[in-house]
């Protein structure tokens, strides 16, 4: 069965820019699905499990840490692997991310190859 | 200081339209787009080790060129909540590179959700810092104000974070 995956991000734009950079990172999904703050995503995968997620950090309504935390203690989907896709990367935020849970991070802007060396290994 | 603010905002600038649209952006002498009912402007707050806010001026053309390329759209179906989603998030992304470039290395920072100006709070202020550039043959310009110093560890510096150097 193919893989799913899961794109959290307010920006419509960076939404497109993840897809854009999976394709040419030649990471096969064959199911892209979308949200826009991490409440969405919640509800998103606990009716559709998927394989990965990658998610922004600040976002309004329910930022990415809130939605690490809030998935952590779902026993249903907390073993999905997360990365965060951020301009904020400093160590406290990535720290706390790594702490609630996410599988990695990469920061904005991104090229194909980050994309490949971090999500490629989780899937 | 100035020079490594400059350096700063010119990596920035250049990696995200780089990697966001595949274009060139590079330094221009040319002056800031010309603000009529075609341009297009975004700001960001910056919270935290510095406060100020960082604004983005670009026309319309130019940010229809980068909306093509994202979505893969002809140019003329890019709508205007395409083009200010794209003005937003090349703002937004511009922003985190430039402050990881000028603090020291895992300094974090927070930064606060970009938004659409509306067209009277385009025109540049005097105590503002501007960078021109120019992407595909359209300028535009980066203006940062800056309201405090970073507060950092004792024994660490910024890149350069100083509006009177």
């Known amino acids: ?123 | 200081m100035v020079a490594a603010m400059d350096r700063a905002m010119l990596n920035a600038v250049a990696d995200t339209f780089e990697n966001l649209a595949f274009m060139e952006a590079l330094p221009a002498s040319g002056g800031r787009p010309e603000t009529d009912n075609e341009t297009l402007s975004a700001a960001l707050l910056l919270h935290e080790p510095l406060q100020g806010e960082i604004r983005i001026a670009f026309s319309r053309r130019l940010m229809t060129a980068v909306a093509s390329t994202v979505f893969g759209l002809p140019e003329q179906d890019c709508t205007d909540t395409t083009l200010r989603d794209v003005s937003a998030e090349v703002l937004n992304t511009i922003s985190g590179r430039f402050l990881s470039e000028m603090l020291p290395e895992h300094q974090a920072f927070r930064i606060g959700l970009p938004e659409i100006l509306p067209p009277d709070l385009v025109e540049k202020a005097e105590d503002w810092r501007e960078w021109n550039f120019e992407a595909d043959g359209h300028p535009f310009a980066v203006s940062l104000l800056e309201l405090s110093q970073p507060d950092l560890p004792e024994g660490q510096e910024a890149a350069g974070c100083c509006s009177t150097c």
């Open chain 1, 1 to 123: 069965m193919g893989k799913k995956v899961l794109i959290v991000d307010d920006s419509n734009t960076m939404r497109k820019i993840v897809t854009r950079a999976l394709r040419q990172a030649g990471l096969d999904f064959e199911e892209i699905l979308e949200a826009t703050d991490g409440q969405e995503a919640l509800d998103k995968i606990r009716e559709n499990p998927v394989d990965i997620v990658l998610s922004d950090i600040n976002m309004p309504n329910m930022d990415g840490l809130t939605f690490l935390r809030e998935k952590g203690a779902d026993g249903a989907i907390k073993d999905i692997p997360v990365v965060m896709i951020t301009t904020e990367a400093g160590d406290d935020v990535i720290g706390e991310a790594r702490s609630l849970g996410a599988a990695g991070s990469i920061k904005k802007p991104f090229t194909p190859d980050q994309i490949d060396e971090t999500v490629g290994a989780l899937i």
